[in-house]
């Protein structure tokens, strides 16, 4: 991260001697380019890319907002690029916003000369996370904290960082497959199968057992969340003691992750099993 900051303003700074030295100053560096949330912007020269972002849910993540009853300004930090960039006092409100997560929320725009480092904040587990998570509130995208295997204290299950901890979102979302970046988000997509874990300095080799592993996961945790859910139901006149909150929580948080515990098998599996327990003692 610092080496990539250290990059960037070694070439604002470069950037400004060479905007000193064609005599342009202060006054130049104001005449650039905001940079554009557009992805049409990059297309022209990142066909591929563009292509791939395109049909995925961060190109649309602002019709979810918008689509929304009540949806407050709030909500667009993670839902709209336009919104990001624009400058305190000039940010566009849930009407007027008009692009999703596109290339500029997690790239500089080098046409705009912001520098051509790869990635600009916030990352994927700045959006990614459940924030400020309580119990009687059901979490949303708790991705980084299913990773980082870190619940509120009431689930009753001590922190289990995930075996992948060391691995980047973007090493298994965005892999390097025959020399080609993946930008569809997706990892165990059938035509990826022999690939997806057998990426260089993963499962090299060894894809299709692990991708057989991962989809093993999601089967076993898919079968704990539903019998979790049918005790949920069952108990349902216990709804408003504790341990069926917490039982609620657990579950909504497993289920939230959307993974379907490939993120952190162990902790998924425990904050199950600690469920179905409280349901079952009620
Ligand atoms: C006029 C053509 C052009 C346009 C428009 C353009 N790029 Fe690029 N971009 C390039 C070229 C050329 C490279 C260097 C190619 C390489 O190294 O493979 C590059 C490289 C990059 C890289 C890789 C940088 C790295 O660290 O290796 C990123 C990321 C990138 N562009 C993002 C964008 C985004 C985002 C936009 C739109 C805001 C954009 N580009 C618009 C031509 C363009
Ligand atoms: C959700 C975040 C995200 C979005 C949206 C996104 N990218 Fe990327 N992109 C990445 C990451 C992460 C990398 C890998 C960077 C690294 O190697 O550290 C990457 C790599 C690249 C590269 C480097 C070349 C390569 O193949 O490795 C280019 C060029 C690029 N992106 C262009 C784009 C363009 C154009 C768009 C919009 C159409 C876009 N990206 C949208 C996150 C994103
Ligand atoms: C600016 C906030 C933001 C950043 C940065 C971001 N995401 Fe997202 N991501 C979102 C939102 C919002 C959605 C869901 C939008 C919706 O459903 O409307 C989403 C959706 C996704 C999805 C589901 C995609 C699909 O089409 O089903 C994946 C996977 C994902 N993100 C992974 C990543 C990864 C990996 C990174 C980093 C390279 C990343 N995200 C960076 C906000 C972000
Ligand atoms: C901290 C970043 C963040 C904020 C703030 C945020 N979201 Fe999201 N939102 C996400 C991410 C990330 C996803 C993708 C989650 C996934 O696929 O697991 C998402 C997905 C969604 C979805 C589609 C999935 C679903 O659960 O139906 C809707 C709708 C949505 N958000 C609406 C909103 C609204 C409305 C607000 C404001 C009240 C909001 N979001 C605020 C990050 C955020
Ligand atoms: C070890 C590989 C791995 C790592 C690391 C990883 N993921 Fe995942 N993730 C998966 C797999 C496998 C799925 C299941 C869905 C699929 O195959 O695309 C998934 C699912 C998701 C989904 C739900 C996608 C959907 O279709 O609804 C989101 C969102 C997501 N991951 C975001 C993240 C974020 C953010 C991080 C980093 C904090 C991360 N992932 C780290 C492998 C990984």
């Not at 992948?164 to 973007?170: A, E, V």
Request: aromatic share 4%; charged share 20%; proline share 6%.
């Amino acid at each position: 991260m610092t080496g990539r900051i250290v990059r960037v303003s070694a070439l604002l700074a470069l950037g400004a001697i060479a905007g000193a030295l064609v005599g342009g100053g202060p006054a130049a560096a104001t005449a650039l380019k905001a940079p554009s949330a557009d992805p049409a912007a990059c297309a022209k020269c990142h066909p591929r890319a563009a292509k791939e972002v395109a049909p995925t849910k961060h190109e649309t993540a602002l019709q979810s907002v918008q689509k929304t009853a009540g949806a407050g300004d709030a909500c667009l930090k993670c839902h709209s690029t336009d919104y990001l960039l624009a400058p305190e006092g000039r940010k566009p409100s849930v009407k007027t916003a008009r692009f999703g997560v596109t290339c500029t929320a997690c790239h500089f725009d080098h046409q705009a000369k912001e520098g051509i480092d790869d990635r600009r904040p916030p990352l994927c587990e700045d959006c990614h996370s459940g924030g400020q998570m309580q119990l009687g509130q059901a979490p949303h995208h708790p991705q980084n904290e299913m990773m980082l295997g870190t619940s509120p204290p009431v689930t009753g299950v001590p922190k289990m960082p995930s075996m992948f901890g060391k691995k980047d979102c973007n090493g298994c979302h965005m892999p390097v497959i025959d020399g080609k970046r993946y930008h569809d988000f997706s990892v165990l997509m059938p035509d990826k199968q022999d690939y997806s874990c057998g990426i260089r300095g993963c499962h090299e080799g060894q894809g299709a057992k692990y991708t057989k592993l991962a989809r093993d996961w999601r089967a076993q945790t898919a079968k704990a969340l539903a019998e979790v859910k049918a005790l949920l139901e069952a108990k349902k006149a216990k709804s408003q003691s504790e341990a069926y909150k917490v039982a609620l929580f657990n579950c909504q948080f497993v289920e939230s992750d959307r993974s379907q515990g490939v993120h952190n098998f162990p902790f998924a599996m425990k904050l199950l099993e600690v469920a179905k327990a409280k349901l079952a003692a009620l």
